[in-house]
């Protein structure tokens, strides 16, 4: 009796215990850019456990963006496919666990220069930022049209912000962006949408993802887990409410009005799958024949399909 007697209390306090004792909130870390088209961590907020947070770091490049995720101070981040592969074939441990966006790239000259089509570029300079989509468009759109990269034009590294600027002025004749920077610059009257140039359909309009570490994946599943269900399931309310998803980006300077234009040229993307990933290879192979990786990456592990497949779920609660 007295054993049965003893056995109750220690239930009482451990349950006690239990119920005092809070639970550890998680605290997330997460880079993107302040763009339309990778608004969504801005929303995660909504959609994470009651008591975790996350803090949001905007960058400009996405180079940064993954250093930043190598050091660990981030905790996830968005980056271009572009750049992920070039990273994994340097043997960086980053995994890509969600998509971001897709489309989105344009194509713009001086509204008031001499450029008419993609052959008149022949000699001008031309703005980009390396390792991103873009650049592989660009530098796919002027092989086409018999210009040499390399050789028949100058490509300027400029950063997305200060494309328009920079055109604007005069220090360079073209530029090719993400939205809304060629819209922008549509609207502002310094530019001229020249081609909205894309892959075929065995690369298609893949554009950026969400890049967390292995070492994250192997220690911390859960937390990764959570953030791709907080991602899908913020893509999903913004893909269904376009009006609020516009009129959140007007925070981050662009009017609605421009924003509204570019819109047919930007996709909220979350879902990665076998047709992705072989997109993914694709884009790869081109990258390669460009000269801008010496060797293919392993694909398995630069891409963890799991926590799309378990967030299915989450974006129907």
């Given at each position: 009796?007295?054993?049965?007697?003893?056995?109750?209390?220690?239930?009482?306090?451990?349950?006690?215990?239990?119920?005092?004792?809070?639970?550890?909130?998680?605290?997330?870390?997460?880079?993107t850019w302040k763009t339309a088209q990778?608004?969504?961590?801005?929303?995660?907020?909504?959609?994470?456990?009651?008591?975790?947070?996350?803090?949001?770091?905007?960058?400009?490049?996405?180079?940064?963006?993954?250093?930043?995720?190598?050091?660990?101070?981030?905790?996830?981040?968005?980056?271009?496919?572009?750049?992920?592969?070039?990273?994994?074939?340097?043997?960086?441990?980053?995994?890509?666990?969600?998509?971001?966006?897709?489309?989105?790239?344009?194509?713009?000259?001086?509204?008031?220069?001499?450029?008419?089509?993609?052959?008149?570029?022949?000699?001008?300079?031309?703005?980009?930022?390396?390792?991103?989509?873009?650049?592989?468009?660009?530098?796919?759109?002027?092989?086409?049209?018999?210009?040499?990269?390399?050789?028949?034009?100058?490509?300027?590294?400029?950063?997305?912000?200060?494309?328009?600027?920079?055109?604007?002025?005069?220090?360079?004749?073209?530029?090719?962006?993400?939205?809304?920077?060629?819209?922008?610059?549509?609207?502002?009257?310094?530019?001229?949408?020249?081609?909205?140039?894309?892959?075929?359909?065995?690369?298609?309009?893949?554009?950026?993802?969400?890049?967390?570490?292995?070492?994250?994946?192997?220690?911390?599943?859960?937390?990764?887990?959570?953030?791709?269900?907080?991602?899908?399931?913020?893509?999903?309310?913004?893909?269904?409410?376009?009006?609020?998803?516009?009129?959140?980006?007007?925070?981050?300077?662009?009017?609605?009005?421009?924003?509204?234009?570019?819109?047919?040229?930007?996709?909220?993307?979350?879902?990665?799958?076998?047709?992705?990933?072989?997109?993914?290879?694709?884009?790869?192979?081109?990258?390669?024949?460009?000269?801008?990786?010496?060797?293919?990456?392993?694909?398995?592990?630069?891409?963890?399909?799991?926590?799309?497949?378990?967030?299915?779920?989450?974006?129907?609660?």
């Open positions: 009796m007295r054993t049965i007697t003893c056995i109750a209390v220690t239930l009482t306090l451990l349950v006690t215990f239990c119920l005092s004792t809070p639970v550890q909130a998680d605290q997330f870390k997460v880079g990778t608004i969504q961590p801005f929303f995660y907020q909504e959609f994470l456990a009651k008591g975790d947070t996350v803090t949001i770091f905007p960058f400009t490049n996405p180079a940064d963006q993954k250093t930043a995720l190598l050091a660990g101070s981030l905790d996830m981040t968005g980056t271009t496919l572009a750049h992920a592969i070039q990273s994994a074939v340097m043997g960086q441990p980053v995994v890509v666990v969600a998509a971001l966006c897709n489309k989105c790239s344009a194509l713009v000259v001086r509204k008031d220069g001499p450029v008419q089509q993609v052959a008149d570029l022949r000699g001008k300079k031309i703005g980009y930022v390396p390792g991103t989509m873009h650049e592989i468009l660009l530098r796919e759109t002027l092989n086409r049209n018999q210009l040499s990269p390399d050789r028949d034009v100058t490509l300027v590294r400029i950063d997305f912000f200060d494309m328009g600027t920079a055109l604007a002025q005069g220090a360079i004749d073209a530029f090719l962006s993400g939205e809304p920077f060629p819209s922008v610059a549509v609207a502002q009257g310094y530019g001229r949408i020249l081609a909205y140039p894309y892959f075929d359909e065995s690369v298609g309009t893949i554009n950026a993802g969400m890049l967390v570490t292995q070492k994250m994946i192997d220690q911390q599943p859960e937390k990764v887990q959570q953030l791709v269900n907080a991602h899908a399931r913020a893509t999903e309310a913004l893909r269904r409410d376009r009006a609020r998803w516009l009129k959140e980006a007007q925070a981050f300077g662009t009017p609605l009005p421009v924003l509204e234009q570019a819109a047919a040229n930007m996709e909220l993307a979350w879902r990665i799958d076998a047709t992705f990933v072989r997109q993914a290879k694709a884009l790869g192979e081109r990258m390669q024949a460009l000269g801008l990786i010496d060797r293919q990456p392993d694909y398995e592990r630069l891409f963890d399909l799991r926590f799309v497949a378990k967030a299915e779920h989450a974006t129907r609660l």
